[in-house]
C-alpha cells in the first residue's frame, strides 16, 4: 500500500511539518471560541512530495457478452438484412 502525506498549500503558512492524515492546518485555520470559522484544509502529495494525481479509469472495453446476447444480435442483424433484401424487390 502506498503511503501519501498531507501538507498545507497556503502560501504563508508556517507549518512545514507532513502529516500522515488529512485534516486542518493548525496554523492557517482561524478559529473562534475552539470552533473553526475559516477551514484550511490539508491536501493528498505523494511521499516524493510531489501533489497527488487521482487516476480516472474509464471502461473503454465494456464488459464481455454472452453466448446468449451474441445470438440473439446475429438474429437480429439477419432479420434485418431480410427485411431490406425483402423491401428492395
Given at each position: 500500500?502506498?503511503?501519501?502525506?498531507?501538507?498545507?498549500?497556503?502560501?504563508?503558512?508556517?507549518?512545514?511539518?507532513?502529516?500522515?492524515?488529512?485534516?486542518?492546518?493548525?496554523?492557517?485555520?482561524?478559529?473562534?471560541?475552539?470552533?473553526?470559522?475559516?477551514?484550511?484544509?490539508?491536501?493528498?502529495?505523494?511521499?516524493?512530495?510531489?501533489l497527488f494525481q487521482?487516476?480516472?479509469?474509464?471502461?473503454?472495453?465494456?464488459?464481455?457478452?454472452?453466448?446468449?446476447?451474441?445470438?440473439?444480435?446475429?438474429?437480429?442483424?439477419?432479420?434485418?438484412?431480410?427485411?431490406?433484401?425483402?423491401?428492395?424487390?
Open positions: 500500500m502506498t503511503a501519501y502525506i498531507y501538507k498545507c498549500l497556503e502560501e504563508n503558512c508556517k507549518d512545514k511539518k507532513d502529516y500522515r492524515f488529512r485534516g486542518l492546518c493548525r496554523s492557517c485555520t482561524e478559529y473562534i471560541g475552539g470552533e473553526p470559522v475559516v477551514p484550511i484544509v490539508r491536501v493528498k502529495h505523494n511521499v516524493n512530495g510531489t487521482a487516476y480516472n479509469s474509464t471502461s473503454t472495453e465494456g464488459r464481455a457478452i454472452t453466448r446468449k446476447e451474441k445470438q440473439a444480435h446475429m438474429q437480429a442483424e439477419n432479420t434485418d438484412e431480410k427485411d431490406a433484401s425483402s423491401t428492395k424487390e
